[in-house]
C-alpha cells in the first residue's frame, strides 16, 4: 500500500488533543478495525508515511509500536509492517474485546458453568411487583415526551435523596441516570480522557473500566490496590483522572480504610468512585461513607446491575453540576434518555439495596464456594472477603490464561487474571464468582478439581492481555 493511500483514508488524524503518535495510532486503530485496513494489508514503511504525513519518523514509529503490542499490526525485519489477522479475503475481526464482555456478547453453551460475567441471575419478585405498581404512573402521563438525558426526576431525585441519607448531601442537579453502570464508565471516560492522557487505575481492576480507557485511548499507569503511592504518581505522570472500588473492591473484595478515602479525595485530580460493589456486604458489615464524604470533586457512579438484575439497565452518576451537564450533553449525541417504565420501576427497587435478603443471599453463597474450594482444591490461594460477588484466587503454578483454557474444556468459564492487572502481576491468578446458585456453584467446584488435574501448565507464560501501560 502506498503512503498516498493510507493519507487519504486518515483523514483529519491529528486534529485531535494529545500526542501525535497517539492520534495517528488511534485513527489507524479505527481502519484496521472497521476493515478498511484489512489483514494482510502491507503498511508503509516509517519513513515514507513520515515523509507523507509531514511527521518525524519518530512519531510513526511509535504509533506502529503502539498497534504492534495490541496485536493489530505484526513488524518483522524483511517482510514489513502488516495488518494481523486472517490473509486478506477472509472474514475481517472483530476488535479485540474483553472476555467478560464475550461471555455477554456471544451465545453461551447450557453446559458451561460459572460464567465470566459476575451478575444476579435470578431476577427478584419485586421487579414484576414494581412494573405493576407504575402502571398508574404511566397512565397517569400526559403532555410528556419521555426523553430525559439526565434521566428521569423521580429517580434522580430518589438517588440524591439515598446520598444525603448517607452523609452526602445532594441535589438532583448532581445526579445522572444512565443505561447502566458501565454507561456511566464509558460516558466519564469520554468527557475526562483525550488519546494520549494518563489514566490511574488499580492493578487489579474491573476489566470493564479498562475497556473504557482503552477506547478513549488513555495511557494506563496500574497502582497496587487501593491506589497506594498515588500522590508521587500523580506528580510524575500528571493524569486526567484516576478510577478507583474503595469499597468490596472487584476483584479483591478489600475495603478502604476512611484515612486513605480521606487522602484520596484530596490528590487534586478527578478521581471516579466506583460504587458498583459497595452495596453487596454481608450481614452486619457497615457500608463505608463514600469519596463524595470527603470531597465535593469525588465522581462516584453506582448500579442495580449486580444488586437487583443485570437485565436492569440502571446506573448512575453523582457528581458536581458542571460535570453532570456535560456529561449530559454528550450522551444526548447518542442516547435521548433510558426506558422511562424502567427508571420509574427502579424507584421502587431502590430499598432492596438495603434489604437483608440480598446481603445474607451473598454470604450463603460465598461461605458454600470459599468451603468447596477450599476442601477440593487445598493447594490454591483463596481469601475470604467481607463482601462484593468474588474471590481472587492464585494458582499455586501455570498461569490462569491457560488455565481458564483447560477450565473451559471442561465446561467452566473462569476469567483469568491477565485481563484485570495491566501490570502483569495478575498472571498467576483467576477470578471466580459467587452470584450462582449453591447447587450451580458445587458442580463449577466439581468441573475445576477435574480441569486442575488435567492441567498442564505452558513452559512459558502467555502473552498479557494488550494494554498501553507504561
Request: charged share 15%; with cysteine; hydrophobic share 45%.
Amino acid at each position: 500500500m502506498r503512503p498516498i493511500e493510507v493519507v487519504d483514508r486518515l483523514g483529519r488524524w491529528s486534529s485531535g488533543r494529545g500526542p501525535l503518535y497517539v492520534l495517528l495510532a488511534t485513527r489507524l486503530r479505527q481502519l484496521i478495525d472497521d476493515g478498511e485496513l484489512p489483514p494482510g494489508a502491507v503498511l508503509p514503511p516509517d519513513r515514507a508515511l513520515a515523509g507523507a504525513l509531514a511527521v518525524g519518523r519518530t512519531t510513526v514509529v511509535a504509533a506502529y509500536d503502539l498497534l504492534r503490542a495490541e496485536g493489530r499490526i505484526t513488524r518483522r525485519q524483511g517482510s514489513g509492517t502488516q495488518v494481523a489477522g486472517v490473509p486478506s479475503g477472509g472474514v475481517v475481526p472483530d476488535a479485540p474485546v474483553d472476555p467478560m464482555f464475550l461471555d455477554s456478547l456471544e451465545a453461551r453453551d447450557d453446559d458451561v458453568l460459572l460464567a465470566i460475567c459476575a451478575a444476579p441471575g435470578d431476577p427478584p419478585k419485586e421487579l414484576a411487583e414494581a412494573y405493576v405498581r407504575i402502571a398508574p404512573e404511566l397512565a397517569a402521563l400526559d403532555h410528556d415526551i419521555g426523553y430525559y438525558p439526565y434521566g428521569h426526576p423521580a429517580l434522580r431525585q430518589a438517588l440524591a435523596d439515598r446520598y444525603t441519607a448517607r452523609g452526602v448531601p445532594t441535589g438532583l442537579e448532581q445526579v445522572m441516570v444512565t443505561n447502566g453502570g458501565q454507561q456511566a464508565l464509558s460516558l466519564l471516560a469520554r468527557a475526562l480522557v483525550s488519546p494520549g492522557d494518563r489514566v490511574l487505575v488499580e492493578a487489579p481492576t474491573y476489566p470493564g473500566a479498562l475497556e473504557a480507557f482503552r477506547e478513549q485511548g488513555a495511557v494506563l499507569h496500574g497502582l497496587p490496590v487501593g491506589l497506594e503511592g498515588i500522590e508521587a504518581a500523580v506528580r510524575e505522570r500528571r493524569p486526567a483522572v484516576a478510577y478507583v472500588i474503595p469499597t468490596y473492591h472487584n476483584p479483591t473484595g478489600s475495603v478502604m480504610s476512611a484515612l486513605t478515602r480521606q487522602r484520596l479525595a484530596g490528590v487534586g485530580v478527578p478521581v471516579i468512585e466506583d460504587e458498583v460493589p459497595a452495596d453487596l456486604g454481608f450481614p452486619g458489615e457497615v457500608q463505608p461513607a463514600p469519596l463524595a464524604a470527603y470531597s465535593s470533586a469525588a465522581i462516584s457512579i453506582g448500579s442495580l446491575s449486580k444488586s437487583v438484575w443485570g437485565g436492569l439497565r440502571i446506573g448512575w452518576i453523582r457528581a458536581a453540576a458542571p460535570l453532570i451537564n456535560r456529561v449530559a450533553r454528550l450522551r444526548a449525541v447518542h442516547d435521548l434518555g433510558g426506558n422511562v417504565p424502567t427508571q420509574l420501576a427502579a424507584v421502587h427497587l431502590l430499598p432492596l439495596l438495603d434489604a437483608p435478603a440480598l446481603h445474607t443471599t451473598l454470604k450463603t453463597r460465598h461461605d458454600h464456594l470459599h468451603a468447596l474450594l477450599a476442601r477440593s482444591l487445598p493447594s490454591w490461594q483463596v481469601p475470604t472477603v467481607q463482601g462484593g460477588q468474588c474471590l481472587w484466587v492464585r494458582l499455586p503454578y501455570g498461569d490462569g490464561a491457560s488455565f481458564a483454557q483447560t477450565a473451559l474444556r471442561h465446561g467452566l468459564a473462569v476469567l483469568p487474571g491477565t485481563g484485570l492487572d495491566i501490570t502483569g502481576a495478575g498472571t498467576p491468578y483467576i477470578r471466580l464468582h459467587f452470584r450462582a446458585q449453591p447447587p450451580a456453584l458445587t458442580e463449577a467446584v466439581h468441573r475445576l478439581t477435574k480441569a486442575w488435574a488435567a492441567y498442564n501448565p505452558p513452559t512459558t507464560h502467555p502473552v498479557p492481555h494488550p494494554t498501553l501501560a507504561i
